[in-house]
């Protein structure tokens, strides 16, 4: 059974950090190309950054310098470091693992940046 189980999600003040896991389990995570995506509410799901499966990295310009993807393929978890956060950073934060034939989501976990 496929699962990817996003953690770490809450209420934090602007300026603050919180850092995102996702736990991968039912398939072959190290073949996968993981990301982080957010739904801001109102708005559409953007993509906020990706890690292949050789651990190259991109990221969305409005979180460059700011937020790190990172990935470990032996715990089958990606991680999401969020720092500097600003109160637009809000939003509902999806894990992804994307594979040439399946695409998989994990259910979301809320983070809220307000003082």
């Known amino acids: 059974q496929v699962q990817l189980v996003e953690s770490g999600g809450g209420l934090v003040q602007p300026g603050g950090s919180l850092r995102l896991s996702c736990a991968a389990s039912g398939f072959t995570f190290s073949r996968f190309v993981v990301s982080w995506y957010r739904r801001a509410p109102g708005k559409e799901r953007d993509l906020v950054a990706t890690?292949?499966?050789?651990?190259?990295?991109n990221y969305a310009d409005s979180v460059k310098g700011r937020f790190t993807i990172s990935r470990d393929n032996v715990k089958n978890t990606v991680y999401l470091q969020m720092n500097s956060l600003k109160p637009e950073d809000t939003a509902v934060y999806y894990c992804?693992?994307?594979?040439?034939?399946?695409?998989?989501w994990g259910q979301g976990t809320q983070v809220t940046v307000s003082s």
């Open positions: 992804n693992a994307n594979s040439a034939y399946y695409n998989y």
């Open positions: 890690a292949t499966s050789t651990g190259s990295t």
